[in-house]
C-alpha cells in the first residue's frame, strides 16, 4: 500500500523553527517527486513547494509566501522527505500535507496519495 | 501563475441528485486539471486527472470533462459519502501549481 505519514508538527513562536518530516513507504520513493501543501483551518488548499528526484538533481521550488524561509530536502536511504520552516509567521498556521507527484512534469500529472496532514501553529 | 476560479462555492443538493461544479482557469491549460475530493478532517483525495480520466477505485458516478480553461466535475446519481469539499488544481504550467478555491457540497 502507498502511504506517506508527516510528522513534527507543533505549537512555535513567531520567528522560530520547526522540521516537518514525511515518511513513504510501499513505493519507489527515490524515482519520485514530493510535494508539500498545506491549509490553513476553514480555508483552501495552497502549494508549498517540492522537491525532485536524484534523476532531476533533487531540483527544489517553493511559493513566493515561503520562499527563503522554507527549505525542503529528502533522504531516499530513509525515504522521507523533510520541510525545515524558519522565521515562522502567525499566518504560517495550517495543516501541512506532504503528496507524491505522479506522472512526469511534460505530461499530464497529479498528486497522489497524500499524507494524514500534520499541524503547525504558529502562537506566541 | 495560473488563477483557478471554482462556481459556486457552496451548493446544497440531496441524495440522488445530479450535480456540476465548474472549474475557470485565467489562460489555457489544455487538460491539465485534476479533481481533488477532501472530507472534513481528512487529506484530499485524487477523483479525476487529467481532466476526464477516473482515478482507480473511484466510482463511476464521478465524471470529468472540459479543456482549455473551462472544466466540469460531475456527480450523476449523489450518494451520502459524496457530502465533502472538491478542489481543481492545474498542472500546466507549474510552479506553482495552484488550487481553486473550493467548492462545498452539502446536504439538503
Known amino acids: 500500500e502507498v502511504q506517506l505519514v508527516e510528522s513534527g508538527g507543533g505549537l512555535v513562536q513567531p520567528g522560530g523553527s520547526l522540521k516537518l518530516s514525511c515518511a513513504a513507504s510501499?513505493?519507489?520513493?527515490?524515482?519520485?517527486?514530493m510535494h508539500w501543501v498545506r491549509q490553513a483551518s476553514g480555508k483552501g488548499l495552497e502549494w508549498v513547494g517540492r522537491?525532485?528526484?536524484?534523476?532531476?538533481?533533487?531540483?527544489?521550488a517553493y511559493a513566493a509566501s515561503v520562499k527563503g524561509r522554507f527549505t525542503i530536502s529528502r533522504d531516499d536511504s530513509k525515504n522521507t522527505a523533510y520541510l525545515q520552516m524558519n522565521s515562522l509567521k502567525t499566518e504560517d498556521t495550517a495543516v501541512y500535507y506532504c503528496?507524491?507527484?505522479?506522472?512526469?512534469?511534460?505530461?499530464?500529472?497529479?498528486?497522489?496519495?497524500w499524507g494524514q496532514g500534520t499541524l503547525v501553529t504558529v502562537s506566541s | 501563475d495560473i488563477q483557478m476560479t471554482q462556481s459556486p462555492s457552496s451548493l446544497s443538493a440531496s441524495v440522488g441528485d445530479r450535480v456540476t461544479i465548474t472549474c475557470r482557469a485565467s489562460?489555457?491549460?489544455?487538460?491539465?486539471l485534476n479533481w481533488y475530493q477532501q472530507k472534513p478532517g481528512k487529506a484530499p483525495k485524487l477523483l479525476i486527472y487529467?481532466?476526464?480520466s477516473l482515478q482507480s477505485g473511484v466510482p463511476s458516478r464521478f465524471s470529468g470533462s472540459g479543456s482549455g480553461t473551462d472544466f466540469t466535475l460531475t456527480i450523476s446519481s449523489l450518494q451520502p459519502e459524496d457530502f465533502a469539499t472538491y478542489y481543481c488544481?492545474?498542472?500546466?504550467?507549474?510552479?506553482?501549481?495552484?488550487f481553486g478555491q473550493g467548492t462545498r457540497l452539502e446536504i439538503k
Open positions: 510501499g513505493f519507489t520513493f527515490s524515482g519520485s517527486a
Open positions: 488544481q492545474q498542472s500546466y504550467s507549474t510552479p506553482p501549481d495552484t
Open positions: 503528496t507524491r507527484f505522479v506522472g512526469a512534469a511534460a505530461a499530464y500529472n497529479w498528486f497522489d496519495p
Open positions: 487529467a481532466a476526464s
Open positions: 522537491i525532485r528526484s536524484k534523476a532531476n538533481s533533487y531540483a527544489t
Open positions: 489562460q489555457s491549460i489544455s487538460s491539465y
